[in-house]
């Protein structure tokens, strides 16, 4: 209920200050599982990405986004509640095991799944390699795949920045269901989820019109922030 009075307040006033567009919002199943693939480039994403369609995206998020303390936390736990995240834990191994569970979960109420295969927002615009967790989900739960492409919110709001940016209009792209029916039944299959999660990023990569770049982002922030110390 939150969400839909959530939507009803923000997105008027979202579209009257920026101006946001997009596209292909009819490729997106009206009804049914849906999994949702995005590029991550901004914590804008989280207002713009999901606010254009009919049907709640719910979205996988971490955990701390729920845990924090004093009025900040509570607004917080309030924000992403509204906009439909559901807390998990990022840590790996079993942690990653009930994420999936979880997205599934959700899938299986024939619900929209929202998520970020590159399992953290681009450290600089680019789009970088996706986790296999994406196909798991794509093949246990057989649910039509949409990449889901966000446009200029990096510009507007890249990580760190506080506020948004005047004057540039996010757009989202919603691209055509991806079929991936020929490996249902393989999802054990370590080649076939890596070949799974790059026809997924490649597809997004033509979408966001981004520079693909073959290595996770957590490992490009470490590698930034190592020359950032050495330079410094």
């Not at 579209?15 to 596209?23: I, K, L, M, N, T």
Request: no cysteine; proline share 7%; hydrophobic share 40%.
């Amino acid at each position: 209920m939150f969400y839909w009075v959530l939507k009803a307040v923000l997105w008027p006033i979202l579209h009257f200050v920026f101006r946001p567009w997009a596209e292909g919002v009819d490729n997106v199943p009206k009804e049914g599982p849906v999994i949702l693939a995005g590029n991550h480039l901004s914590f804008a994403d989280h207002f713009f990405g999901a606010l254009p369609l009919p049907r709640k995206v719910i979205s996988l998020g971490k955990a701390e986004y729920f845990t924090g303390r004093g009025i900040k936390g509570m607004f917080s736990r309030l924000f992403f509640s509204g906009v439909g995240t559901v807390p998990i834990d990022r840590s790996g191994g079993k942690a990653s095991e009930a994420a999936l569970r979880t997205g599934l979960r959700i899938l299986k109420d024939q619900q929209v799944l929202g998520i970020y295969p590159e399992g953290t927002r681009s450290p600089d615009g680019r789009l970088y390699k996706g986790k296999t967790g994406v196909a798991r989900l794509a093949l246990e739960s057989r649910a039509p795949v949409i990449p889901w492409a966000m446009i200029n919110t990096f510009e507007m709001m890249p990580p760190g920045r506080p506020l948004p940016k005047l004057g540039i209009r996010p757009g989202v792209r919603y691209g055509k269901p991806l079929d991936f029916s020929r490996y249902y039944g393989m999802e054990n299959d370590r080649l076939v989820l890596r070949a799974v999660t790059d026809e997924i990023m490649y597809a997004l990569m033509e979408l966001a019109e981004q520079e693909y770049v073959d290595k996770y982002a957590t490992s490009a922030k470490v590698e930034m922030l190592r020359a950032a110390r050495e330079n410094s």
